[in-house]
């Protein structure tokens, strides 16, 4: 089944100690997000890729940061945890608005997330 | 300032009822409006979208509503079961946005009880 997978599920880091999460997605999809979400919040969109195009969101800090290699992976690094930053991280992916003569829906897949946790 | 409220953190049915849950906004224009379902420890799941010239939209037991003039969408789910005890989310799609930016509420979490 197509679908987007996050790794690790669940992340135990100590303060200031960098951090990688990793999202793949079999969907084929030119769009890929990041998300925040903390307990009983809605989720908190940190960038998003479209294809390779980087778009950061205006209020997300310098510490968090994103790499898309190719199509299929996207990760996100965390350069100096801090206790603020431990929260589910959410992976999603959407199709390319302007494929085909209509705007697309805009519906998003996300993965299962990671659970971050920051001693 | 932009705003999406929706009713209550939480919401209590018995098995068999009808749920309804509220989503409201403040200056947004959405063109669509999306419902999500969250479990614990999971990340959201599409379930309806609805566009803002469509009055309603149903899927099986489920059934949303879209009033552009109150800025409100309501979400049921008929003949509730313990199965649907989630939290569910709205998500408005801004009109003219092509990047596919979705705005997210903070969701109502609904408990079914037998």
């Known amino acids: 089944d197509a679908m987007v997978i996050q790794n690790p599920r669940y992340q135990v880091t100590q303060f200031g100690k960098p951090v990688t999460l990793s999202c793949s997605q079999t969907l084929n999809h030119n769009v890929m997000y990041w998300y925040q979400q903390k307990s009983s919040q809605a989720p908190k969109l940190l960038f998003h890729y479209y294809d390779k195009d980087f778009n950061n969101e205006a209020d997300t800090p310098d510490n968090f940061q994103s790499r898309r290699p190719n199509t299929s992976f996207c990760f996100l690094d965390i350069r100096s945890p801090g206790l603020g930053d431990a929260a589910m991280y959410l992976c999603?992916?959407?199709?390319?608005?302007?494929?085909?003569?209509?705007?697309?829906?805009?519906?998003?897949?996300f993965g299962a997330g990671t659970r971050l946790s920051v001693l | 300032s932009q705003k999406i409220e929706q009713n209550s953190e939480a919401l209590n049915i018995q098995e068999g009822k009808t749920a309804t849950l509220t989503c409201n906004y403040t200056n947004y224009s959405p063109a669509y409006l999306q419902w999500y379902r969250q479990d614990p420890g999971r990340g959201p799941v599409f379930l309806l979208l609805i566009r803002e010239n469509e009055k309603e939209k149903r899927k099986e037991r489920l059934k949303v509503t879209f009033d552009t003039t109150l800025k409100q969408s309501l979400f049921h789910i008929t003949a509730s079961q313990p199965a649907d005890s989630a939290t569910y989310l709205c998500?408005?799609?801004?009109?003219?946005?092509?990047?596919?930016?979705?705005?997210f509420g903070r969701g109502t979490q609904l408990t079914v009880w037998p």
């Open positions: 999603a992916t959407s199709r390319d608005r302007n494929s085909g003569r209509t705007l697309a829906k805009n519906i998003q897949y």
């Open positions: 998500a408005l799609d801004i009109r003219g946005s092509t990047l596919g930016r979705l705005y």
